[in-house]
Every structure is written in structure tokens, then in C-alpha cells.
């Protein structure tokens, strides 16, 4: 349509509410385009040259929307242009004033509702023919409109303000009731505070006195063991001579129970020097001594060492070469942690093989020592961690242990920096897994 006289303002805003109607706008925003166009239409006639209006189904992005146009031949201040029109952008979804090849440009566009109906090309082509057929009203017509309108949209106001009013008073009476609640809960914060407070200060008391016993129970243990290592030597080494073919001959029954006194002093030292590992891992007093361990030396002194335990022909006793050439690490105190769980492996394995491998994991080693021994149930894969522990059931198939030797390989893994981990199945056997940092 070209908007010539001011005639033409009520008519472009019969046509803009006819077909927002016509796509599926709302009555509200069928309002809201209608009052947009002929503001617009207005200020440009104003300018007091001709314009026309164009009506478009915008297919811009995942919505459609209906783009209103106004374009005029002249051209003209764009920014005056868009402040004059500013407020006309809160009625639709976009407006925008733009100096076109021809002329000044004013566009604005409101997206469709979900609910309206698709514009097919059939569809189009009867909202055209409908628009075509559309015959003006006259001013005094379009001022009723515009006054029932204004009064639909008083009556939603009032609606509006009458239900905000009633929000007002539920929200004031949740202040009240969360006010109420409010204090409440901080009281009973207040009474718990005291109370945490109350409880800190026993806890501290009671980690002091538990600090306290851990450095007397290390300090005990390490005294007694090593008062116990005396004369449990002694001990061994009058049995070696009452049982030497130079002293007095024995009857069969002595021979008997002089070897008894002997294996026993033996497992006691055994256990006494444990005790006494244990109780230095426990109070700090090992200091790692760090350099560039050679661990084909390391291996190759294990494998040596140990062989001799690996009395049993089914049982393969492997110790490979390891993939990693050096770490650095103290090399008795790794030493000791793979010559722990190597021997633990030929304890508990009557058949099939024990084997040491060690390979770099990312920056770290790992040391792996798995075996096809009776293995452990998972929920006693930490507890075997514990001092003094022994799977239930378990039989050691070379000498007694003391359930002393995985804890301190624990403590020492430690101490190295790493970790020391256990896999393992109830008769398939288990892996432990020393991962240290390279």
C-alpha cells in the first residue's frame, strides 16, 4: 500500500491488524503491530513525501515472522529518524532504521506463535485475495476500535494489578513465615555451633592423647625389639651348638626338641625384627638416601637371592628384565618392599608361577608382582594392610608369617612417594602393583 494522506494512517493500521489476525498473531500482538505501523507511518508522513508499505512473512532463522516495511524515496536524517521511533521498539520484536539504495528504510518484525496456523502457499494466496477484498473503515471506526482495544487492555491491567496485590500479600505472609523460620533456624545454628565447638575441642584433646599413645606404642615396640634381639640370638645360636656334632651327642628326642627351640627362635626374630621395622617406618626415623638405582643390578640380585625360596618345581619363579633401565629411589628401601611381596608370592603359591615385571606408566614405574597363589576376597584387599592381619583360612606354604610385612611395605612405598596397590581373585591368584615417579 502507499501512504499518500493522512487518510492512509487509519487504513495501513486496519490492514496491519487484518493481517496479523491472518497469520496467527495474537489479539494483543495484532495490537501492538497495528499501534507500531501507524506510529511509524505517521512520523514519515510527516516528513511530507510518499511511502510505501509492505507486508512480508519473514523467514528468518527457526521461526517465521511477520516483517512490516516502510520506505520512502527520499532520503533523510537515519538517526533522528530512529530516536523519534525508539519507543516503537518496545512493541514488536525488532525495528530497525536503515539509508537504503532508494531511500530510508524503517522495518520491524514479530515472530509467530507456536500456535499459528502454517502459511502454505495456498494459504498465502487466500490471506492476499482476503486482503484484496478488504474495504476501509472510516477514522471514527478505527477510533472505536482503538477504544475497545484500550479498554481490553485496562480490563487486563486492572486483572493484572488485582492478582499482583494478592501475590503481594502471599509474599508478604511467607516473609513473615520465613522471617519466623529465619530466626528459628538460627538459633538452633547457634546451639549447633556450640556444640561443634564443644565437639573440636574433644576431638583435639582425644588426637593428642591418640598421638600421644602412637608415639609411646612406636617407642615401646622399638625398645622391646630390639631388647628381645639379644637374647633371641642367644637363644639360636646355644641351640646350633647343643645340636653341633662336636658337643655331647644328643638322643633323637633331644635332637627333636633342640630343633623345635631353634624354629621357634627363629619366627620369634623374625617377628622381633618386623616389630622393629615397623616401629621406625612408623615414627619417621627412615630417611630415604636418593640416587639413580640400576634396576637390571636390582633384579638380578633378586632374582639370585630369592631363588632358593623357589623350592617347589611347579612353580615358576620369573624375574624379567625391566623395560625401564634406572629410577630415582633408594635402593634398599626398594629393595625390601619387592623382596616383601616376592616372598609373600612363594608363600602362597603351591603352583603355577610368581613374576616381577617392572614398565614405565606415563611419568611414573611401575613394579608388578603377581602370582597364581590362593588370592584374597575383595573386601579384605585393604584390610591385609593392617598390622598383625591374616587372611582367614590362608596357609603359608614356606615358614610362618607374621602379618607385619605388607603393612610396612605400605609405609615404605610411602615414604619412596608412591603407592602400593592390590588386584586379586580368590583362587586365580593376585597382583601388586608398586607405582613409584620416575
Known sequence: MRLRVEQDVFVVRQLAREVA????????DQTRIATGLSEVSRVV????????????????????????????????????????????????????????????VVWMARRLPASAPRLTPERMDDIRAGLARHVPGS????????????IAALDEVRAQRDELARLNAELEETNRGVMALYNQLTEELEETNRGVVALYAELDEKSEQLAAASEAKSRFLANVSHELRAPVTAVIGLGRLLGDGSSDPLTTEQRRQVELIGSSASDLLALVNDLLDLAKAEAGRIEPQWEQVDLKAMFGQLRGTLRPLATRPEVDFRVDEPAVASIRSDEVLLARVLRNLLTNALKFTAAGEVRL?????????????????????????????????????????????????????RRLAGILGGVLRVDSTPGEGSTFTLRLPS
Open 45 to 104: 508522513l510527516a516528513e511530507g513525501t510518499d511511502a510505501d508499505v509492505t507486508f512480508t512473512v519473514w523467514e528468518n532463522g527457526v521461526k517465521p515472522a511477520l516483517r512490516l516495511t516502510v520506505e520512502r524515496a527520499a532520503t533523510g536524517d537515519v538517526e533522528r529518524l530512529r530516536g523519534e521511533l525508539a519507543h516503537v521498539g518496545r512493541l514488536v520484536d525488532r525495528m530497525e532504521v536503515e539509508q537504503g539504495e532508494t531511500g530510508t
Open 139 to 150: 477514522p471514527l471506526d478505527e477510533l472505536n476500535v482503538q477504544n475497545q482495544q484500550l
Open 357 to 409: 615385571v617392572a614398565r614405565a606408566v606415563d611419568d611414573d614405574i611401575e613394579f608388578t608382582v603377581a602370582d597364581t597363589g590362593t588370592g584374597i576376597p575383595p573386601e579384605l584387599h585393604e584390610r591385609i594392610f593392617e598390622e598383625f592381619y591374616q587372611v582367614p583360612g590362608s596357609k603359608s606354604l614356606n615358614g610362618k608369617g607374621t602379618g607385619l610385612g605388607l603393612p610396612y611395605a
Open 21 to 28: 489476525r491472518a497469520v496467527g498473531l495474537e489479539q494483543q
